[in-house]
């Protein structure tokens, strides 16, 4: 029998530094600021809805496309934006939003087409344009007054007849930039005139701070027919194991990304659906509280990184912060992400690991603020170590 290879395509994505760092995290006892997950858990409420399904029957297959309730309170929860969807034919369950995005272009992409992605960009993306075969074409962000902005020029020179899709991620992960109305209003002309499909992956849409606001690209003139709308329960009520997410779109879009979907996990957390239907419906105040908390925990986090000699980037958004590290005498992040988990006992991650030019993004570090306050505290204590 031969021995199996990997595909050429998915080579380079066969190890991710996640893994690794929290390996050495773990070696050194280190405080992990690297990866994206709460340290509490979400609204009581909603935990007891959980062990109420867990305990009530709901444990056998959901419906294919979602439990009805969760579907429901998902339309009622998007109508809060002004765009209504049909909960019977606009809006398809998937194990959180990472399987929404990845079934949406294995559905709607093929070999050959492009793929536009914003630069840097959350890991899974460039997976998943492999996964279908597609090309992706990258527009970096760029440092403009005091934020990380969309290159709307940049955009428009990276559309090619073969241009199929693009990709926006806003609130952005990793660098914590929320794109205003006319960056969006820039996209949305875009995708009409070249008759684009948009993938948006909103699962931070809650978690925007000061007088940042979240804008979804759907509610764009021309732009509801052809926008896959993602978004999930992880993020917004500390649950991001609970892998429940959803796409909402048309009846054409919602068909075909199903079509992939179903081959994929075909359904998942069948008990967790109608708790998270029950968080829609009952726990956003919950979820106002935690974007309050996080934004005091950026504050928190921002003014130790800048005590221990980090310049430190603005962040609008999400769980995360950068910082450039050449005040502290390093060129490359990497370098020194490698070894803050030894050295004072902190664990985070380069951005440039989320692009396709390195170089441009190798002076960045990235942070999560999504913790305890007390752990922050501690490894602000270990960063103040790096200037001594």
């Known amino acids: 029998m031969r021995e199996p290879v990997l595909v050429p395509r998915l080579q380079p994505f066969t190890s991710t530094i996640f893994a690794e760092m929290t390996a050495l995290a773990v ?11 709460p340290d509490t858990d979400g609204p009581a409420g909603m935990l007891d809805a959980a062990k109420n399904a867990l305990f009530g029957g709901a444990n056998q297959y959901p419906p294919g496309p979602g439990r009805p309730e969760l579907r429901a309170a998902i339309a009622r929860h998007r109508s809060r934006y002004g765009v209504e969807y049909d909960p019977d034919t606009e809006i398809l369950v998937t194990a959180g939003a990472t399987e929404a995005i990845a079934a949406s272009l294995i559905a709607l992409t093929q070999a050959g087409d492009e793929v536009i992605v914003i630069e840097p960009y959350y890991d899974s993306y460039a997976a998943a344009v492999a996964m279908a075969g597609a090309e992706r074409r990258v527009v970096g962000l760029v440092e403009r007054d005091g934020r990380f902005a969309l290159d709307v020029d940049g955009l428009r020179a990276a559309v090619t007849p073969k241009t199929r899709a693009i990709l926006i991620n806003s609130p ?10 006319a960056e969006l209003e820039a996209v949305a002309a875009l995708c009409v005139e070249h008759d684009l499909i948009a993938i948006t992956d909103e699962v931070y849409e ?14 764009f003139p021309g732009m509801r027919e052809r926008t896959v709308s993602i978004s999930s329960a992880g993020k917004t009520f500390n649950c991001t194991g609970w892998k429940i997410g959803w796409v909402c779109a048309s009846p054409e879009l919602v068909a075909a990304v199903k079509a992939a979907k179903q081959f994929i996990t075909f359904v998942s957390g069948g008990p967790l659906q109608p708790a998270v239907a029950h968080a829609l419906d009952h726990e956003l105040p919950w979820a106002e509280e ?16 800048a005590e221990a000699g980090f310049a430190v980037r603005p962040t609008a958004g999400t769980y995360f912060i950068c910082v450039d590290v050449r005040p502290l005498g390093f060129e490359d992040a990497a370098e020194l992400a490698w070894e803050l988990p030894e ?3 902190v664990a985070a991650v380069p951005v440039k690991v989320f692009t396709d030019h390195p170089e441009e993004w190798k002076h960045l570090l990235r942070f999560a603020f999504c913790k305890r306050n007390e752990v922050i505290d501690e490894a602000v204590t270990r960063l103040r170590k790096l200037r001594y």
């Open 27 to 37: 070696r050194h006892e280190a405080v992990n600021l690297g990866q994206g997950f």
């Open 172 to 181: 952005h992960n990793p660098t914590g930039t929320v794109f205003t109305r």
């Open 206 to 219: 809650h978690l925007v701070f000061d007088d940042a606001e979240h804008f979804p690209l759907a509610t």
């Open 290 to 305: 935690l974007r309050t908390s996080l934004q005091g925990k950026r504050d928190r986090l921002a003014a130790g990184l």
């Open 343 to 345: 050295r004072v006992g």
